[in-house]
T-cell receptor, first 113, second 110 residues
Framework: ETGVTQTPRHLVMGMTNKKSLKCEQH?????MYWYKQSAKKPLELMFV???????ENNSVPSRFSPECPNSSHLFLHLHTLQPEDSALYLC????????????FGSGTQLSVL | DAKTTQPPSMDCAEGRAANLPCNHS???????VYWYRQIHSQGPQYIIH?????ETNEMASLIITEDRKSSTLILPHATLRDTAVYYC???????????WGAGTKLIIKP
């Protein structure tokens, strides 16, 4: 148990669907992150939030829309995804933005049909 | 951030020490070496980090060469549950973007 909970663990969606991934951290951390891990590829940073404010968007397509209503919750809204978006989506948190170790959730395994 | 190089895979017998090497020959003076591992179907887990001195915690030891161009992660008594992909990352204190490589797939054999 890392203190970071992601739901759902698995998700299958069609290309016209709209779905959301949820992440909650119980660690009192101030920074939260979305990462994408495709098969046989390194982790890729997608979005970064610090004190609920987005500080980084690593050229992620607009079909991925993050939301951070407070420091404990992070969402990733998905719409009109492509099959190549199938991947493991990982949420992480850290105490603050600089030099702190990351705590990861178990991820959502997403399949886009 | 400095690039790190790790062997793609390694085996180790259960109960023996697992020594995972990492080369980071271009590391700069203020870049830390971080180690994470990712067990199948889970998110990465922080193991240990260091700057110049050797470090030890309840999970592992980190040995950094004097010139800081390479390091070794040591799991002193490997168990089957240590089977995972181990990532070595050189990380500047002011840059939160960990640059992940392919890591080393460590397989612990009974």
């Amino acid at each position: 148990e890392t203190g970071v909970t992601q739901t759902p663990r698995h998700l299958v969606m069609g290309m016209t669907n709209k779905k959301s991934l949820k992440c909650e951290q119980h660690l009192g951390h101030n920074a939260m992150y979305w990462y994408k891990q495709s098969a046989k590829k390194p982790l890729e940073l997608m979005f970064v939030y610090n004190f609920k404010e987005q500080t980084e968007n690593n050229s992620v397509p607009s079909r991925f829309s993050p939301e951070c209503p407070n420091s404990s919750h992070l969402f990733l809204h998905l719409h009109t995804l492509q099959p190549e978006d199938s991947a493991l989506y990982l949420c992480a948190s850290s105490q603050d933005l600089w030099g702190e170790k990351l705590f990861f959730g178990s991820g959502t395994q997403l399949s886009v049909l | 951030d400095a690039k790190t190089t790790q062997p793609p895979s390694m085996d180790c017998a259960e109960g023996r020490a697992a020594n995972l090497p990492c080369n980071h020959s271009t590391i700069s003076g203020n870049e830390y070496v971080y180690w994470y591992r990712q067990i199948h179907s889970q998110g990465p887990q922080y193991i240990i980090h260091g700057l110049k001195n050797n470090e030890t915690n309840e999970m592992a030891s980190l040995i950094i060469t004097e010139d800081r161009k390479s390091s070794t992660l040591i799991l002193p008594h490997a168990t089957l549950r240590d089977t995972a992909v181990y990532y070595c990352i050189a990380f500047m204190d002011s840059n939160y973007q960990l640059i992940w490589g392919a890591g080393t797939k460590l397989i612990i054999k009974p």
